[in-house]
């Protein structure tokens, strides 16, 4: 079961950090890849700097036809989306299902094409908000908590829990 993120309508001059977010989210949160729909090779050399640093195996991808990207995957898609159905009434459904996602995540109008794309079309809340709080909220729910204790492999740096102050381990 691998989940992946399809991050649509970057924006260069306007989303290089929202973008990086979007991926740090995914990886913090348990995602295996993130894909965009442009080439912002900015976004993905900060992301593999994290990756470098603090470990896993996260990957960053570009396409250049996201419909086609979004067509083509065989798992279960789900795109995040404040006029979709209810995030509490379909966690379980979505969940039961199992097998590979695509989460699909928009920055600015998403193609109306999308919607019929997915298998869900899910709200995280009717009110307007961050695709990254979106994203952190839909995942958690679907790991059921799990993905916060994520151990990665090869990290460099590692946060030692503590009620006061910091300490972050390093190789």
Known sequence: MAVSVLRLGHRFARDARISTHVALTARAFGAEKIAYDAKATDVKESVEDVVKQWGGSFTVEF????????????????????????????????????????????????????????????????????????????????????????????????????AKGKKVLSE
Not at 70 to 83: A, E, I, P, R
Not at 98 to 116: A, F, R, W
């Open 63 to 162: 396409t250049d036809t996201p419909m086609k990207y979004l067509k083509s995957f065989t798992g279960l898609k789900v795109h995040l989306t404040m006029y979709g159905l209810s995030l509490n009434e379909v966690i379980g459904k979505i969940t039961k299902r199992g097998g590979d996602l695509l989460v699909v995540v928009g920055g600015k109008k998403v193609p109306s094409e999308v919607y019929e794309l997915v298998d869900y079309n899910v709200s995280v809340g009717t009110q307007p908000h961050s695709e990254v709080a979106a994203l952190a909220v839909f995942l958690d729910r679907y790991f059921r908590g799990g993905e916060v204790d994520i151990e990665y492999k090869k990290a460099k740096l590692k946060v030692v829990p503590q």
